[in-house]
């Protein structure tokens, strides 16, 4: 995989940046240059990776409606727009993980509370910021990381599914819609990896035969940066 492009100056917020997939994002985005702002909910975790990184740190949490508007300044106010938004941030629901009928109310909520209503608000929030990139000419794009499991119906994955798949088809309408205010959507699965969420789903899994966080975010911000017209062109360059 060619990974030698150069992001510079690209603007980039990740939600649940500071483990797992999340984390190996921020680290390749600010390797290849470019400014991030990542978000997770525990600080000290927080504070740890922008100091390793350098990417700007936000204490909140996604499935919380009163964090995200000040989520959006901060991030706004910190990198002086927004080109792409990757909603990452997830959450399982029941854990261990439990038969639908053996799933409270509750822990329904709180999958989707992050998993589909969290990257909704904070999409809402980012739209005119991403909007005005699009208007720029420097594009806009926002991806939300899906599963396997929003289509396949693995027992005892109901709430995490459930919630992954209406999550790709509010990608898939807002695509659509958004269209004319030159915004990109992409919903990307990015395969079964060896994380902490993973870990916690199947404690039990090999992780010899999981996916490293590293490789599936590196295929990420190709497909990313292919989507996007004005930095296609980098990446077709390396690929030639």
Same mark, same amino acid.
């Given at each position: 995989?060619?990974?030698?492009?150069?992001?510079?100056?690209?603007?980039?917020?990740?939600?649940?940046?500071?483990?797992?997939?999340?984390?190996?994002?921020?680290?390749?985005?600010?390797?290849?240059?470019?400014?991030?702002?990542?978000?997770?909910?525990?600080?000290?975790?927080?504070?740890?990776?922008?100091?390793?990184?350098?990417?700007?740190?936000?204490?909140?949490?996604?499935?919380?409606?009163?964090?995200?508007?000040?989520?959006?300044?901060?991030?706004?106010?910190?990198?002086?727009?927004?080109?792409?938004?990757?909603?990452?941030?997830?959450?399982?629901?029941?854990?261990?993980?439990?038969?639908?009928?053996?799933?409270?109310?509750?822990?329904?909520? @709180?999958?989707? &509370?992050?998993?589909?209503? +969290? =990257?909704?608000?904070?999409? /809402? *929030?980012?739209?005119?910021? #991403?909007? %005005?990139?699009?208007?720029?000419?420097?594009?806009?794009?926002?991806?939300?990381?899906?599963?396997?499991? @929003?289509?396949? &119906?693995?027992?005892?994955? +109901? =709430?995490?599914?459930?919630? /992954? *798949?209406?999550?790709?088809? #509010?990608? %898939?309408?807002?695509?659509?819609?958004?269209?004319?205010?030159?915004?990109?959507?992409?919903?990307?699965?990015?395969?079964?990896?060896?994380?902490?969420?993973? =870990?916690?789903?199947?404690?039990? *899994?090999?992780?010899?035969? #999981?996916? %490293?966080?590293?490789?599936?975010?590196?295929?990420?911000?190709?497909?990313?940066?292919?989507?996007?017209?004005?930095?296609?062109?980098?990446?077709?360059?390396?690929?030639?």
């Amino acid at each position: 995989m060619q990974m030698n492009i150069d992001l510079q100056g690209l603007r980039v917020v990740v939600t649940g940046g500071t483990s797992g997939l999340g984390l190996a994002l921020v680290r390749k985005l600010i390797e290849k240059g470019a400014c991030v702002a990542f978000v997770a909910r525990t600080a000290s975790n927080v504070e740890r990776i922008a100091a390793e990184t350098g990417a700007h740190g936000i204490v909140a949490d996604l499935g919380k409606k009163e964090h995200i508007y000040p989520i959006a300044m901060q991030v706004t106010a910190s990198l002086s727009g927004v080109d792409i938004l990757i909603n990452n941030a997830s959450s399982l629901g029941p854990v261990p993980l439990a038969l639908l009928a053996d799933t409270e109310c509750e822990q329904l909520e @709180a999958a989707l &509370a992050v998993n589909l209503l +969290g =990257a909704f608000r904070l999409t /809402k *929030a980012l739209f005119g910021a #991403l909007a %005005a990139s699009a208007r720029e000419g420097r594009g806009a794009l926002v991806t939300n990381i899906s599963s396997d499991a @929003a289509v396949n &119906a693995y027992p005892g994955w +109901g =709430a995490y599914g459930a919630s /992954k *798949a209406a999550l790709a088809h #509010l990608t %898939a309408i807002w695509d659509e819609e958004a269209k004319v205010d030159g915004i990109r959507f992409l919903a990307l699965d990015p395969g079964d990896m060896d994380t902490p969420l993973h =870990a916690l789903a199947l404690p039990d *899994a090999d992780p010899s035969t #999981l996916k %490293a966080p590293e490789l599936a975010a590196a295929e990420i911000i190709e497909k990313m940066i292919g989507a996007l017209p004005v930095r296609a062109n980098l990446l077709a360059g390396e690929q030639a």
